[in-house]
């Protein structure tokens, strides 16, 4: 359930797609690549939205570009 209003949060902030895959010690967050490819301003609001919405520390989230 949490993984899909991540994923959701993240779609409406303008991503094409999201995929979020939580673990006992991480979350990795896949984002659709992007025309100019995943900017520090994009993996902050996405860093946001999985520390907000988690007990995750920055250092467990793991967010990754698909290709």
Same mark, same amino acid.
Not at 20 to 25: L, P
Not at 28 to 52: C, N, P, R, Y
């Given at each position: 359930?949490?993984?899909?209003?991540?994923?959701?949060?993240?779609?409406?902030?303008?991503?094409?797609?999201? %995929? +979020?895959?939580?673990? #006992?010690?991480?979350? *990795?967050?896949?984002?659709?690549?992007?025309?100019?490819?995943?900017?520090? $301003?994009? %993996? +902050?609001?996405?860093? #946001?939205?999985?520390? *907000?919405?988690?007990?995750?520390?920055?250092?467990?989230?793991?967010?990754? $570009?698909?290709?």
């Amino acid at each position: 359930m949490l993984e899909t209003q991540i994923e959701n949060l993240v779609i409406a902030k303008g991503y094409a797609d999201c %995929v +979020a895959f939580m673990g #006992d010690n991480s979350i *990795s967050v896949v984002v659709s690549a992007m025309a100019d490819g995943l900017q520090t $301003e994009d %993996v +902050a609001k996405i860093m #946001d939205i999985v520390l *907000s919405e988690t007990e995750y520390t920055a250092e467990q989230v793991k967010i990754l $570009e698909a290709e």
